[in-house]
C-alpha cells in the first residue's frame, strides 16, 4: 500500500515559482501511475498532471507550457515544477498514486487508490 508525503507549497507572487514534492513509501513505487490534483476554494479536486512508470506524462490544459511533472525511481519521489504562478493557480495540491501502468482515458480523483495529505499553495496578485 502505497504512503505518500508532500511538501513544497507556500506562497509566492503572480508569475513566481514553486517545486512540490511527493515521498512514495513503497517498494513497489515503479508499479504505480502518480499525478497531482488541486482542489481550490469551493470547486472539486481535479486533475493537474499525471506520469505513468514509463514517464509518459500528460497535463490539463490550464497548466500546460508552465507545469512539469517528474518522478525520481531511484527516490520514489514525484515533482511538479510550477513555472509563472497565477492567482487561479491558488489550491490545495495533492498527489495520488494508482497501481496501474497507463493511465486510465479521461482521469479523474475516482480512479486513484491512494492520497497525500496535501499542501497549500497560494499565489497572489
Known amino acids: 500500500q502505497a504512503q505518500l508525503v508532500e511538501s513544497g507549497g507556500g506562497s509566492v507572487q503572480t508569475g513566481g515559482s514553486l517545486t512540490l514534492s511527493c515521498a512514495a513509501s513503497?517498494?513497489?513505487?515503479?508499479?504505480?501511475?502518480l499525478a497531482w490534483f488541486r482542489q481550490g476554494p469551493d470547486k472539486e479536486r481535479g486533475g493537474v498532471a499525471a506520469i505513468s512508470p514509463y514517464r509518459f506524462p500528460t497535463y490539463a490544459d490550464s497548466v500546460k507550457g508552465r507545469f512539469t511533472i517528474s518522478r525520481n525511481e531511484a527516490t520514489g519521489t514525484l515533482y511538479l515544477q510550477m513555472n509563472n504562478l497565477k492567482p487561479e493557480d491558488t489550491a490545495m495540491y495533492y498527489c495520488?498514486?494508482?497501481?496501474?501502468?497507463?493511465?486510465?482515458?479521461?482521469?479523474?480523483?475516482?480512479?486513484?487508490?491512494?492520497w497525500g495529505q496535501g499542501t497549500q499553495v497560494t499565489v497572489s496578485s
Open positions: 513503497t517498494y513497489t513505487y515503479t508499479d504505480y501511475t
Open positions: 495520488a498514486a494508482l497501481r496501474r501502468p497507463l493511465l486510465p482515458v479521461g482521469w479523474s480523483a475516482a480512479d486513484f487508490e491512494y
